[in-house]
């Protein structure tokens, strides 16, 4: 009988004998870096923790199943498992990535890889033509976020993995806004998942983790050199408070996407509101493509208010969420994209992807969605008297 | 299980009985190896944190020896056998704090037994036995532990336990375990030691006789001012049981993390000693020669010393000049600490109580750390140097 992903979740971990046989119902954190062996020609499962650890192997066999994959690889950021795909790639190598990408892989792309000789091309995924378009001779990958971040524009996940066997491509997908709960890349033929697990996996703002997935041995196999040899792994307290933490995303994210499609239909009727992002909205143009791949519209949302001045007084009106970067935590945050997630972006890059000086991004938390209504309808009645 | 696997199981662990080569050992090296070979599925140098609270069990009436964490957690348990190995007990129970501890052994009495206490004694214990004696009429009858005949004097049929801090706090009183020990024994009672000023490096109460010895393993145990905890090693196998019981009865554990807190503390717990050690004398004879302090409590071993100011005066610049070592409560960690019991250790002791017993307003008490001596008495010196300018200044008016 194949199991629900909700119950995976909760038992993913201790399978294959991890409670070892102590029969502990959570895996013991393994703090040791390094494991007596038995014999000089024979090593054990473990030998050095940066190579494997127990703690790490639990968590990375968890979401493999979660993913659906064969293999995950446990980081010590997001951005550590983004580079880390990234090294699958070789000098001359070029990559198609989409030019709504979260700021830090925009800066590694645009700024380290050119070092190593790897060239880039950023293209607006919405457009599978525009994609072709930008594929030569040297393309190896295509490189998806979608939702994307922070104008959550829809990418046709199919219609790249297409593109990419049509051109002997590999495709990587940034899971973090769905999850595997909701979009299930691995299964539409994504080679690489990746995940800022800060967000929602771990979803309580407390540990930066980073995770990738393959569906492929080999694949599978060439990350963990890769980990291996960068050493960028996770650590055990890390890999432990993830595994716990991992086991109340669906309960998280479930309650966190319906106050988001109550609060985006409640801003999308404000008039001080020029336009809310949200896949969940039927206005949203890549809504019947969003669910044709995915089974929620998530709990992140922008929205643009006229100004940058509106901007300002609506962070400074809102009593409720915590104004910061990052997202998928428990507590709601409201961001500025052009001097946070997207700060490393230079102003006319950001201009060109919608990242306008009145743009806000909401990741829902799991206060009383009344509450975060009550609050956006108070502060936006400041910032209309204010603007209007 | 093959003769490798054999070799995974630690000394101090499982049924398995030690040999008398790991019974050799010295208590450095027990020290150093705590928990080491411990997971022979992994064989991961550093035990596992175990954070679960309930283990699976295969059938009915079928144990893997680990059912709910309070009863026993892995972790909690490789610390609890290492403390009864490096005292040389029988068992081992870690409590949340030493005060728990201290609470654990108190709950082994009955209304209307008594235990013979030196005067000297922690303030916190001091309350709590207050606590014991108004509550349940367990009675704490205090002596000055002159002589043993002193003592033997205030044992009567009552008498349960004589229950003993050496060196004592603040005072730094040592007592004569052995003579002790047997007092006890003769009259049908336990010997109970607080070893917390000079744990199993410097003293094995029980191989002196006790019966149960106290940690609060916060102190020189944990030694890096960061986790609270306290200890409890009970010689014989009915003792044992008793205080099992109660520690799983009453739920004073300690919990997982810290317990693994402990045993990282343990590794090193030698070499810090050995420069609290070094340090402390290197003090001391600084104190011995410096005019205005008129008494140094030392016992010549250990990290702990006491010392008295000419004037009581003095002891407000003299804790807010330090400029290295820490005006703070608790003792044994790697930062040097000077406590004032009057306000601190002993701010329960009523006055005239406290200034009997020789905590006067004019002692400080010294938790000497591991940061180099030479800085350590250049902190004194200039802050002596201060209150020279104030004693004249003073003399001039």
């Known amino acids: ?388 | 299980m093959g003769k490798r696997s054999n070799r995974l199981l630690p000394f101090y662990y499982d049924e398995e009985k030690s040999d008398d080569m790991t019974n050799s050992r010295s208590i450095e090296t027990k020290l150093v190896q705590l928990g080491n070979l411990s997971d022979p599925r992994t064989g991961a140098v550093s035990p596992p944190i175990h954070l679960s609270t309930a283990y699976k069990h295969t059938g009915i009436g079928e144990s893997t020896g680990f059912d709910y964490t309070r009863t026993k957690n892995p972790t909690r348990a490789l610390l609890e056998a290492g403390i009864a190995d490096l005292e040389g007990g029988d068992a081992g129970f870690a409590c949340s704090s030493g005060m728990a501890a201290i609470q654990l052994v108190l709950s082994l009495f009955k209304p209307g037994d008594e235990l013979v206490v030196p005067d000297d004694l922690y303030g916190g214990t001091y309350r709590l036995f207050n606590f014991f004696e108004d509550t349940y009429n367990i009675k704490p009858v205090y002596s000055k532990f002159e002589s043993v005949e002193q003592v033997e004097a205030l044992i009567n049929d009552n008498t349960r336990a004589l229950f003993i801090e050496t060196p004592t706090n603040p005072l730094m009183q040592e007592f004569d375990l052995q003579v002790y020990a047997e007092l006890a024994h003769k009259h049908g009672a336990w010997l109970i030691v607080d070893n917390t000023f000079y744990t199993p490096y410097f003293q094995r109460p029980i191989e002196l006789g006790a019966d149960i010895v106290i940690h609060s393993a916060t102190k020189y145990i944990g030694g890096h001012n960061d986790v609270l905890a306290g200890l409890v090693v009970a010689k014989g196998a009915a003792l044992a049981e008793r205080i099992g019981f109660i520690h799983n009865g009453s739920g004073m554990v300690l919990g997982a993390m810290d317990s693994w807190l402990l045993i990282r503390g343990l590794k090193t717990m030698h070499l810090r000693l050995k420069q609290h050690d070094a340090n402390a004398k290197a003090i001391a004879s600084y104190l011995e020669e410096e005019e205005l302090v008129t008494d140094v409590l030392y016992t010549g071993k250990g990290g702990m010393l006491s010392f008295r100011l000419a004037k009581a005066a003095w002891i407000d610049p003299f804790l807010r000049n330090l400029k290295l070592i820490t005006f703070a409560e608790s003792l044994g960690g790697v930062e040097s600490f000077i406590t004032y019991p009057a306000t601190q250790t002993h701010a329960d002791m009523p006055y005239e109580e406290r200034i009997e017993r020789g905590v006067c307003d004019r002692l400080l008490r010294f938790s000497v750390g591991i940061e180099e001596a030479e800085d350590l008495i250049a902190d004194l010196k200039q802050v002596f140097g201060t209150l020279r300018k104030e004693v004249k200044n003073e003399a001039a008016y």
């Open chain 1, 1 to 388: 009988m194949k199991q629900h992903i909700e119950t995976s979740l909760i038992h993913a971990g201790v399978r294959d004998g991890y409670e070892n046989k102590k029969g502990a119902v959570n895996v013991p954190m393994y703090v040791s870096s390094t494991f007596h062996q038995e014999s000089i020609d024979e090593f054990g499962e473990y030998d050095y923790a940066r190579s494997g650890n127990p703690t790490r192997d639990a968590l990375e066999k968890a979401v493999a199943e979660l993913e659906g994959g064969v293999r995950a690889h446990a980081f010590s950021s997001g951005i550590a498992a983004v580079s880390a795909a990234l090294m699958l790639l070789s000098q001359g190598d070029h990559l198609v990535i989409t030019e709504d990408v979260y700021g830090g892989t925009y800066r590694f792309v645009s700024k380290v890889l050119p070092r190593f000789g790897i060239s880039h091309t950023f293209v607006d995924f919405t457009d599978l033509a525009a994609v072709e378009a930008a594929i030569t001779p040297a393309t190896k990958l295509l490189y998806m976020e979608t939702p994307s971040n922070p104008t959550l524009g829809i990418t046709d996940i199919r219609g790249v993995v297409a593109l990419a066997k049509q051109y002997n491509c590999l495709t990587f997908l940034d899971n973090t806004f769905m999850t595997p709960l909701h979009q299930r890349p691995l299964e539409l033929g994504v080679d690489v998942v990746i995940h800022s697990a800060t967000k929602f996996l771990s979803g309580h703002s407390d540990i930066i983790a980073g995770l990738t997935v393959t569906a492929d041995e080999k694949l599978g196999q060439d990350l963990y050199f890769i980990q291996n040899s960068f050493g960028n792994i996770l650590g055990v307290q890390d890999c432990f408070t993830l595994l716990q933490n991992i086991k109340t995303t669906d309960v998280r994210f479930s309650r966190s996407a319906e106050s988001a499609q109550k609060i985006a239909e409640f801003l999308a009727t404000n008039p001080v509101v020029e336009q809310v992002y949200y896949p969940g909205l039927a206005s949203h143009p890549g809504y019947e493509i969003h669910h044709s791949q995915s089974t929620s519209a998530g709990a992140v949302l922008s929205f643009r208010l006229p100004s940058y001045g509106a901007a300002k007084a609506l962070v400074e009106a809102m009593k409720i969420p915590v104004f910061a970067v990052s997202l998928g935590g428990v507590e709601s945050i409201l961001s500025y994209p052009a001097k946070m997630s997207h700060a490393a972006m230079e102003p006319e890059e950001r201009a060109k992807r919608g990242i306008t000086d009145g743009l806000l991004r909401f990741s829902v938390g799991l206060e009383h969605v009344d509450d975060l209504i009550a609050d956006f309808a108070q502060a936006l009645e400041v910032v209309g008297a204010k603007v209007l």
